[in-house]
């Protein structure tokens, strides 16, 4: 089975400070990560996906990640926040079997606030 | 490039009643994806299909929800009869193939479901 945590509800953070929004995974086989955001009454965005290669991540809006094999996680980072940053964030998890419905699992969210 | 269209956005119905959902994928996009939003989780995948075929529906509550997607193109979510535990926002998302695989899914808004 495949999970996600992501164990805080809400990260609040200054306009230009640098923010990172924290995910733990666990999976049998690799892992393939993934971070997406939600705006308020909006659909979910992809943002990055990690699958192999480079541990450093780069995505949209200047938004990356890092993956970290020995400590199982995959936090987001962006050296300086935007007030627009200000969203719902998921990370989200599958093993690289190749089996089935390549399912992700997502975590629970966490509310990014940037305050100005 | 229009993006995945759903409707209704909202929809209040009392238990037992039933509802249904429409999903409009992205044009080529041949995987289409339910998810459940329930308040304060992370979505949960219901059903997966390629093209007209289900792929995965091992999430899916087969006594009360039922999905179809008759000619590879747009899909219904139907919820027959409704219970209280129902509410929720139920998300369509469409890939490729290739993009699926990636994990890159384009949501739609999401059709929120409120039951009393």
């Known amino acids: 089975a495949q999970s996600v945590a992501q164990p805080e509800d809400q990260v609040n953070v200054a306009e230009g400070n640098p923010l990172t929004v924290k995910c733990t995974y666990s999976?049998?086989?690799?892992?393939?990560l993934f971070w997406y955001v939600q705006y308020p009454n909006r659909g979910l965005q992809f943002l990055l996906k990690?699958?192999?290669?480079?541990?450093l991540v780069k995505g949209s809006y200047g938004f990356e990640a890092e993956f970290n094999k020995s400590q199982t996680s995959f936090h987001l980072k962006k050296p300086s926040a935007l007030v627009s940053d200000s969203a719902l964030y998921f990370c989200?998890?599958?093993?690289?079997?190749?089996?089935?419905?390549?399912?992700?699992?997502f975590g629970k969210g966490t509310k990014l606030s940037v305050i100005p | 490039e229009a993006g995945v269209a759903q409707s209704p956005r909202y929809k209040i119905i009392e238990k037992r009643q039933s509802v249904a959902f429409w999903c409009n994928p992205i044009?080529?996009?041949?995987?289409l994806y339910w998810y459940q939003q329930i308040l304060g989780q992370g979505p949960k995948l219901l059903i997966q299909?390629?093209?007209?075929?289900?792929?995965?529906d091992s999430q899916l509550p087969k006594d009360r929800f039922s999905a179809e997607r008759l000619k590879g193109v747009d899909s219904t979510l139907k919820i027959q009869p409704a219970k209280l535990e129902d509410s929720a926002v139920y998300l369509c998302?469409?890939?490729?193939?290739?993009?699926?695989?990636?994990?890159?899914?384009?949501f739609g808004e999401g059709s929120r479901l409120t039951v009393l």
């Open positions: 999976v049998s086989g690799n892992p393939y």
């Open positions: 990690y699958i192999t290669g480079d541990n």
């Open positions: 989200a998890v599958r093993d690289d079997s190749g089996a089935g419905s390549y399912q992700l699992t």
């Open positions: 998302a469409s890939s490729t193939r290739t993009s699926g695989i990636t994990g890159e899914l384009f």
């Open positions: 299909f390629q093209n007209n075929g289900v792929v995965d």
């Open positions: 044009s080529g996009h041949a995987t």
